[in-house]
């Protein structure tokens, strides 16, 4: 199978799962009414480090640049669409297997919360890390998929940068 294909398919698993986890928070097992209304701050623990809330995020990473309008919430689809095809372009001339996946994972994620931003007019967000009195942002299924995509293609410069450097080095030796 081609990297190209084995990217598609990771895009594919990741987006499918970030859908499903979303339908059932959002439609399924009575989550919403657990959970309150989005923004009601009501948390059901999980683990003493791991919480589920209801969150609609209206901007990108972080809550930042919030999508105030329909315009802004446009502007914000257009922008991740673009990014998209562009991510999706490069995938097609990927010959590492681990940076294929990696593209795959951010394309999977993307596209989730694009959907979610078509949908819902907002990212529906709900898992929620704390610890020491400190809490991460509110994310879910798409998010991880994109910053696990992105952590991936570090390693992946970081590794190869340094097979670079030691090949360079034997060859000077």
């Keep these: 199978m081609s990297k190209f294909r084995i990217g598609l398919l990771v895009a594919a698993v990741a987006l499918l799962l970030d859908q499903v986890v979303k339908v059932a928070f959002l439609y ?9 209304q989005p923004g009601s701050g009501h948390r059901v623990e999980v683990l003493p480090f ?25 502007v914000l689809v257009a922008f991740a669409v673009g990014v998209t095809g562009f991510l999706i372009w490069w995938l097609r ?22 959907i979610d931003r078509i949908l819902y007019g907002a990212v529906a967000d709900f898992f929620l890390l704390h610890a020491f009195g400190y809490e991460w942002y509110v994310f ?8 696990l995509g992105v952590v ?8 190869n940068e340094w097979r670079a450097r030691m090949r360079a080095k034997e060859d000077r030796t």
């Design 140 to 147: 879910n299924v798409a998010d991880t998929a994109v910053v």
């Design 93 to 114: 001339g990927i010959q590492d297997l681990r940076l294929a996946q990696a593209v795959g994972l951010i394309i999977g994620g993307a596209v989730g919360n694009v």
């Design 152 to 159: 991936i293609m570090g390693l992946d410069l970081l590794i």
């Design 50 to 74: 791991f919480d589920l809330v209801m969150v609609w995020n209206r901007g990108i990473s972080y809550g930042l640049l919030q999508a105030e309008s329909d315009f802004h919430r446009w």
């Design 28 to 36: 399924g097992a009575g989550w919403i009414d657990t959970l309150g």
